[in-house]
């Protein structure tokens, strides 16, 4: 009996374990200035929804820290896939979040930049963005599910790491992908290398060749041989 209900809490302790494991998602901290745009790359695969948590911050140098930004800072976010389409562009508020769901694998350029709307610059234009990005997260609420289907909480638990484990096939499936184009690279690069030694060995072959014909020929013009 003690080991059953041993078991019966070790399990929910074990998806928990499994679910943090499988969370993905990527923290960054940007120091920019009015106008000035900062850019990254994030590795994506295809189909993921992406979620992207941010707030600015404005500096003030009277305090010399950085106080939340006013509602008059707008912030500018610019999405592209790998084949350079534009998956979003749009302007925020100094808070919030931003959406997009990638339509191909592969890196995905993120460009964001902060602009005020009004004509005067502000303090000195220093400025900080905190953003969090989750990918693969889902927009179902699981509380309100569980609620109207009257799941236990281990269903809640196994329905969750279901989707987790979805998520992590997805990600291998695009790393298996990466692997074999890496793969297909190096054969190409070999090669190409393999034939340059096989280009480089026969034409040193043939200048020595040559060499030898032309001193050949100027030892018989000097009848020294």
């Not at 404005?58 to 084949?83: C, G, H, R, T």
């Not at 809640?156 to 997805?170: G, P, S, Y």
């Not at 190096?186 to 040193?204: A, F, H, K, P």
Request: charged share 25%.
């Amino acid at each position: 009996m003690g080991r059953a209900r041993a078991a019966g809490l070790a399990l929910p302790l074990l998806l928990w374990q499994l679910l943090a494991l499988a969370g993905g998602g990527a923290a960054f901290y940007l120091e920019v200035r009015e106008l000035e745009e900062k850019c990254f790359i994030q590795e994506i695969p295809d189909g993921t929804v992406v979620i992207g948590n941010y707030k600015t911050e404005l500096y003030d140098p009277a305090m010399e820290k950085y106080q939340p930004s006013p509602q008059w800072i707008n912030l500018f976010v610019f999405v592209k896939d790998p084949e350079n389409k534009n998956l979003l562009a749009r302007q925020y508020g100094p808070r919030g979040s931003f959406t997009f769901t990638s339509q191909s694998p592969g890196e995905h350029e993120v460009c964001l930049h902060l602009k005020s709307i009004r004509f005067a610059l502000f303090y000195d234009g220093k400025l900080a963005i905190h953003l969090d990005m989750q990918l693969g997260e889902h927009t179902n609420d699981h509380t309100e599910l569980a609620a109207n289907d009257k799941l236990t909480l281990l269903h809640l638990r196994i329905q969750q790491l279901v989707e987790q484990v979805e998520k992590i096939q997805k990600e291998q499936e695009y790393q298996r992908r990466r692997e074999e184009h890496f793969r297909q690279t190096s054969e190409s690069t070999n090669q190409r290398v393999l034939w340059w030694s096989i280009l480089q060995t026969l034409i040193l072959v043939a200048t020595g060749i040559w060499q030898m014909q032309h001193l050949k020929s100027f030892f018989k013009a000097k009848k020294l041989v």
